[in-house]
């Protein structure tokens, strides 16, 4: 009848208006389904959306414990068909990203206040973890500049890193235990999308913002600046920086200037050629070992250069024993551990996924989350601190062409043997050479382009990441993140508060009904006025609903007095995905107060979850009826104007 | 052409087609807006949706001042054309709920651990302010039941009211203050929306939860037990009542039994028969008057009953040298002020406009709230606590038939004269029949046929309703409020971090497309997946749309094989009312993805909002073109249909 009504205009002859009746479709409800049925399906979608058991269905037995090993331990999946062309691609790359891992190993410990040797070891256990649990092919693990900085600036409340060494370090350990556990919970309970609720533009300007913070942490070392303050904001550190100034050291200003506009130029270039990316993925080990020489031959550390000093040789020592779990401490410890692991976690998966979409593989994330809390829970038990997929190692590691995990553990070998045999070398490695290192490689977390891109595209995106930005900046790395995530989450309450409710008009000739104030074309029904609600209707926006359509009313009778007189109101649900109590009750009182009025309320296309509910409610009052509920807006126009017109 | 293609079931000759792609109705971006206007848009949306000044617009500037005089005190509106008749009808109802008036002020007082003639003096002043300043007709205004026990066992952790009562009283006044100030400012900021979070599901069990907090508080009067414990939870509380049975006074028990008998009998009466309201209206005075008598006739309180004692006469004193702004107790105050303002404002909103509803007037929440919140600081400068439309005395106050606000200020009046020359007469009231008034009034606050209903309606409500319930029985009052709010935002995210997917088929000779799984009559079309996305696209669920399109696909491809290759992936985004910079970044990704695999991705009816945004990425990317971007689904189909022929 649809068709009829499109293909001549508009419909006349009573003849049929009779056919039209009788071809009208019938809104039914769902078929039924039981109540556990129901929770059953909403569960599975809630933690299972990608249905990780699917390729398990109709396999033999002995294939299904092949399958779940191989789940379990995704090492199974690539060791039986590895080949010595590929153990030479990840050769290389893996030797590529040691070069990497070692300076930003050392230098990242220091950012997070511990001594360097921990970032060595934290590039020695967990990558050979992750080789065996993780299911990405280009994740390079290890530690991270962001997840350092929180926690060497969370810890520093509980204990102070020079005077109570051995406290921070455990507290350190024991944090990374339970950042650990926070991640695997968070894959083993399926709750992986915890991490969606940091938004791209949270994580922009979050990242820029701790960009900035952890480069102005360098200036201690740039400076070569004794007595640094131990606060992190911008204000404290900059005048901290100008009250010292007897304290700056040509020599190690120098030093600092020129290895940094060394290594920013290895960025630029590898950034314009992508193919030259190993003179940037070279030049962090290049300074080091240039720097140790230099210094080491003028004995630069009788002129005020401060280097490194003695490094004990020797693999990571077991440190179960130095977790700390003393209710003091607890509560920082717990904190630090569930900020740095979600954030550890997020940047690990979001790169982890970033490169599977670039191959083309899966990354399932709950297992990948699993992957990484163990990988942290084995670290806090052999002297490492919090680890995961770093972003820039990682794009080193897939460009040098990495095949398997095995890069990883190429790279864990490597620093291993460095450990064994080579620490005695950075005895001289100057510290200004570790805060340059650091500087380059935060400087690519600023991404202008994408903060350009929010605002182009949307303002509010583009206010929670400059929320995000200058909180971290003026108050603390883990209040700014939070008030980013509050942001974005009341502004999707808000939308829900405050849905959009749109008038519709048919355009002339179809069948189709459109936004009047979006398609010119379309035009308004005399006597009826067509709103279609756009959010679940619930709680938290029926107020605003009613008053919106009362509004609605108003203006309408306002300017529609010289057409047909209004009487039918017509609610198009079709973008009503859910709808609450409160809703049912809302359209049931609306009904009602309509009536009161003298208009009546048709509700069209309800989907599955609200025609049921409406039905529910049909049973105690009756009250949506068959000839108050239609399938499209086209029928219940018909279908009611013959009504019209058998009352006038 | 949707009517061409609904016409003859299967469009085939060429000729047909060719007028079909000519009739296309293109998707176009809505009429461009500057960003300001869409911000101003979007600001009157959320903060006047009810367009309080439409009424201004046209009016000559006397006729504003009028209005606008109006709109402020709105006594205005009602007193120029007030009547005799209308007089005997406020009068009556007047007296009514003085008659309740007073034995709940005094009882309600003592539940928040004031002296009771704070109670009477709250019933005073607010009612006056009110008249002035509120749109209800129906409100009657004084102390209510919750918001006295959540003040009183807020404050009860900063002071004891017993050992201190002083300072309790400042912090008690203060607490009102701050109550008025939140009230005021939610009106003033139009931010009224936050009290729509308080859904009916967490009101339902946190009122529940409170009346039996509130019962347990009266076992104290009701027992004749001296030292009671200062704890609020069902278990302390009742664990007290039985370590402390040497303390239990047979002839409280008898009192208090006796009069709690007869308080609930006259509710039973006029719940039965509405007509006779005034049973229970007038049963608390009674009960007060004829427990005074007994005490004083046969001198009861040497027999272990429990009296008010000595009351002063004499009007409120002024207290506002009383508000107390010390930084020891600032946080409970503050604390203390939001959650008694939230809450006693929610109760006096809702049951203006539940009356406004039944009297079909209506009633301006955002004014409501600033009328209620200068009543309370007005009241706390002169006395009072923390006061609001009460449900119980504004149902009496409807049904004795009031007519405007004026019933308060015969009520007032009323209290007026009592606390000039009545208080020597409650020196013998013994507390236990005020302990037998709170429980009779607050067992109408457990409503389980709401309980049920929600069970029927909706589990999640019921779960909400029931974590509220407990929480508040188990944990602490603002606890199991905090808990159901809580699971309440937490359900609307997690509807939009799992939204609906649904597979839409063609309902056979129309140009309908619905759920395949809701209408059994829809079918598939071979060649094409349709699925609609059921709500706003954005960071917290691509991740999840990317696995559930993904499985879609792969659960067509296996079931379809038979019948043609799937080609074409139709998106519907009728029912995306928005989309953020993730989400259309996810839908620019997910077209490329589907390009590797073979497929195509085509849009459908982008709204306002979202095609703007798609627009915008047009500029840069070009990525969805008139041939993947269509009007309906109808259109789509038929334009992909003679690609598809023409390849093949």
Partial sequence: ??????ADGNVEGTQVEIAVMEAMHKVVPPPPRSSLDKIKVRLKETFFPDDPFRRFKGQPPKKKWILGAQYLFPILGWVPTYSLSLFKSDLVSGLTITSLAIPQGISYAQLANLPPIIGLYSSFVPPLVYSILGSS??????????????MGSMLRQAA????????????????TFFAGI????????RLG???????????????????????????KSMLGIVHFTKQMGLVPVMSSVFHKTDEWSWQTILMGICFLALLLLARHVSMRRPKLFWVSAGAPLTSVVLSTLLVFLFKAQNHGISIIGQLKSGLNRLSWDKLLFDSTYLGTIMKTGLVTGIISLTEGVAVGRTFASLKDYRVDGNKEMMAIGLMNIVGSCTSCYVTTGAFSRSAVNHQAGCKTALSNIVMSVTVMLTLLFLMPLFVYTPNVVLGAIIIAAVVGLIDVPAVYHLWKMDKIDFIVCLCAFLGVLFISVQDGLAIAVGISIFRILLQITRPNIVTLGNITGTDIYRNLHHYIDARRVPGFLILAVEAPINFTNTTYLNERITRCIEEEKAVDHHQAVLRFVILDLSAVPTIDTSGVSFLVDLKKSMEKHGFELVLVNPVGEVMEKLQRTNGVHNFFGVDSLYLTIGEAIISLSSLLKEST
């Fill in 1 to 6: 009848m649809e068709e009829a009504h499109g």
């Fill in 182 to 189: 926070v991640q695997a919970s968070l894959g083993i309970f």
């Fill in 137 to 150: 092919r280009d994740l390079a693990v290890g530690p991270v500049s962001i997840a350092s900085l929180i």
């Fill in 160 to 175: 102070n890193p020079r005077t109570d060494p051995y406290l921070f370090l455990q507290l350190a350990f024991t944090s």
């Fill in 193 to 219: 999308f915890i991490i969606d609720f940091l938004s791209k533009a949270t994580l922009t300007g979050f990242m820029a913002g701790a960009a900035i913070i952890v480069s102005l942490q360098q200036l």
